[in-house]
């Protein structure tokens, strides 16, 4: 049985700087595609970063480019996501997700097939 957990979300004021984690289980891990997603209230899931594998590609919205660094350890079977300058658009339930080979990291919701139950980032302007 696939198992994803999420955490280190928190409040954070604007400005401020939050990493997630991720925890595999059940799943070969260093062979899947990773992602992180978030849900804002009243707004549908938005894929926010995807990587592969070997950690090779790597995606990110638009709108976390420069800020954000999704990242890997295939020791550890841990997923990261480092988020900084976080501003209150970023504040939202964020999931992770995962799909073994054959998989894209290409950050869209039909690519991954697990996920987590989620973690809470609220940022406070």
């Known amino acids: 049985q696939v198992r994803l957990v999420e955490s280190g979300g928190g409040s954070v004021q604007a400005g401020g700087s939050l ?8 799943l070969n891990y260093p062979n899947a595609c990773m992602g992180w997603f978030r849900q804002a209230p009243g707004k549908g899931r938005e894929g926010v970063a995807g990587i592969s594998p070997g950690g090779g590609y790597i995606y990110y919205v638009d709108s976390v480019k420069g800020r954000f660094t999704i990242s890997r350890d295939n020791t550890k079977n841990t997923l990261y996501l480092q988020m900084n300058v976080l501003e209150s658009m970023d504040s939202g339930l964020y999931y992770c997700a995962a799909r073994a080979r054959p998989c894209s990291p290409d950050p869209v919701e039909p690519n991954f097939l697990y996920w987590g139950q989620g973690t809470q980032v609220t940022v406070s302007s």
């Not at 990493?19 to 059940?26: D, E, K, P, T």
């Open 19 to 26: 990493r997630l984690s991720c925890a595999a289980s059940g």
